[in-house]
């Protein structure tokens, strides 16, 4: 399996102000994909970071409020835009080699709005 | 929509002993596959064991097994001879559909007894 590191792995922030989020892995994958974990919750997807092309945004969640960028097959970004506490949660990034293989999951990041 | 539902929020087990935690699915899809994820403390989320719909014989990786009931899809784990280590949050997940994305039970934390 890659080997996936996201930074930062933990933050605290104000609201009203933005955070990115970083993927980073040590092999070219075909699939990223940004999950959201809320405090004591299962993980919910946000979008598909799509290699060249505007993310694959999943119903209740927008690219104004979570922008994503992949640049290119080993990194991507996740921001979340003008963050209130409600956006408190594990952010966590995963990705597979092709469609229909496993995905393996980075470390993930915890964030906490005030 | 597929669905993925776990019933037993919480388990526990002697150390040594036997436990299987449930899962049930929901899916009109004739191609898709089934996991278990574990997620410690530590919060990094960890592939436990993957089945494909197609193969009939139930996944096996050490100590952990499944019993797949595609009919009544059903896709419970059994973890044999526990251990302290296996303490964690489970994760079952469904992958299929057009982009293969993943959609988690809310998960079941095991405690695993001395």
């Known amino acids: 399996s890659a080997v996936i590191s996201q930074k930062p792995s933990r933050d605290i922030c104000q609201r009203g102000t933005s955070l990115t989020i970083q993927c980073q892995v040590d092999?070219?994958?075909?699939?990223m994909f940004w999950y959201r974990q809320q405090p004591g919750q299962s993980l919910t997807l946000i979008a598909t970071?799509?290699?060249?092309?505007?993310?694959?945004?999943e119903s209740g969640f927008v690219i104004d409020k979570f922008p994503i960028s992949r640049p290119n097959l080993t990194f991507s970004t996740l921001t979340v835009s003008n963050m209130s506490p409600e956006d408190s949660s594990i952010y966590l990034c995963?990705?597979?080699?092709?469609?229909?293989?496993?995905?393996?999951f980075g470390p993930g990041t915890r964030l906490l709005v005030l | 929509a597929q669905t993925v539902t776990q019933s037993q929020p919480e388990m526990s087990v002697q150390e040594a002993e036997t436990v299987t935690l449930s899962c049930t699915y929901d899916?009109?899809?004739?191609?898709?596959?089934l996991f278990w994820y574990k997620q410690p403390p530590s919060r990094q989320m960890i592939l436990v064991i993957r089945?494909?719909?197609?193969?009939?014989q139930n996944a096996t990786e050490n100590r952990f097994s499944v019993n797949f009931q595609k009919a009544a899809k059903s896709f419970s784990l059994k973890i044999s001879d526990s251990q302290l280590g296996d303490a964690a949050m489970y994760f079952c997940?469904?992958?299929?559909?057009?982009?293969?994305?993943?959609?988690f039970g809310k998960g079941t934390l095991l405690t695993v007894n001395p």
């Open positions: 092999s070219q994958v075909t699939m």
């Open positions: 899916t009109s899809e004739s191609d898709y596959y």
């Open positions: 089945q494909e719909a197609y193969k009939q």
């Open positions: 970071a799509n290699q060249g092309s505007e993310a694959t945004y």
């Open positions: 997940a469904y992958s299929g559909g057009s982009n293969y994305k993943l959609t």
């Open positions: 995963s990705v597979s080699r092709w469609r229909k293989e496993t995905q393996y």
